[in-house]
């Protein structure tokens, strides 16, 4: 919507909203722009390959999906919509997620969105709920000119920006998805396992006993990544959604019966901690948890199918994955 109305053509590819994206649009009721009725992109696609080929090559592709490694990986979705003169934009959680695309692309340009936005799909209508507050910067490749992956970097700012979101070019990626981070690894994660939203967390206890614990790990594991947070960066992100019973949207991903982004989110992070020496006893126990979770969307939404007798740890079952 925010790139429409700058002016910019947008193709979207749609899975399971593509009839209602196409014929009728969503609603969103945004605390930004008010209520908007029936807006649907420039273009609707089914797959990214029939909108290469109808629309391409793009400028930037803009990825909004969740981030689940370890089912779709994303750099495989955008496969047949990739060009080399198209910048990938990952407008998405975590840190990290760079390392795959750069697999996958050695020469692109793949430039970090992060936002504040708190917002839900509920149905057909998008609730809007915390202003958008969003930067953008390329995670730099090394194989490329570093002025042209800048420039990418900041014309896509510009075409972002408006009054609303006044959105931020910031070169201090790392520093930026840390900072998320600290809210992400901490509060997301916890919301999700318990499944309570932000406010309800806080009344029922969590915020103090698991939040809190969660979010000095995360800081120290950034501390140990080179990465020099301000201490009141986890006080302020407690409080960033006051006022609303917010659910994260790892905490939606659960209610929707979605795969969730705990590899990205957490999983990356506990990875360096290892690497460093950090003890992370919390936010492990949290990462343990969702990935049992993980494993029994898994099984609801059909990827594995156990055996109807139950293996002994002596059979040496080895789960198979359909998809
Ligand atoms: N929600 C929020 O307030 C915030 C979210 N984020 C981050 O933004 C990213 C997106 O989150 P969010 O908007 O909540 O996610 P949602 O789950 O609400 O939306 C993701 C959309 O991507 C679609 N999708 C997934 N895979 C494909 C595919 N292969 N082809 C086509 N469409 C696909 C899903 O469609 P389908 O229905 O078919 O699954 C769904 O409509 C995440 O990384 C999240 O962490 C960051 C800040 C705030
Ligand atoms: C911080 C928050 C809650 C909103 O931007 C978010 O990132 C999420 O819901 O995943």
Redesign the pocket.
Known sequence: YTLQSNGAVVTA?????YDVLKKDGFTIESCDYGKVENFVPSHVYK??EEAMKEQGPFNFIVI????IPDV?PVEK?IESAYNKDTAIVL????VGIERSMFKAYPDATVISG????????YDTTIK?V?PDNVSFGAFINPSIPKENQILKAKEFQKLYYNEFNKAKYDENVKFIRWR?LIY?GAI?TTCAITNVDVGRLEMFGGMDKIVRPAMKEIFAISKADGVNLPEDIMENMIRSDDGEYYP???L??IR?G?YT?YK??LGTALEIAKEKGIPTPVCSILCDLLEVIQMRTMEARNRIELPEKRPLPADNYKIEYKY
Do not use: C, F
Request: proline share 2%; charged share 20%.
């Open positions: 590819v749609a899975r399971s909203s797959t990214a909004t999906t969740k981030n779709y979705m407008l998405e959680n975590g992060v936002t504040m936005i708190s917002s839900t799909l809007h915390g998320k992400n997301n994260p949207s790892m939606v991903d929707k979605q982004e990205i989110i």
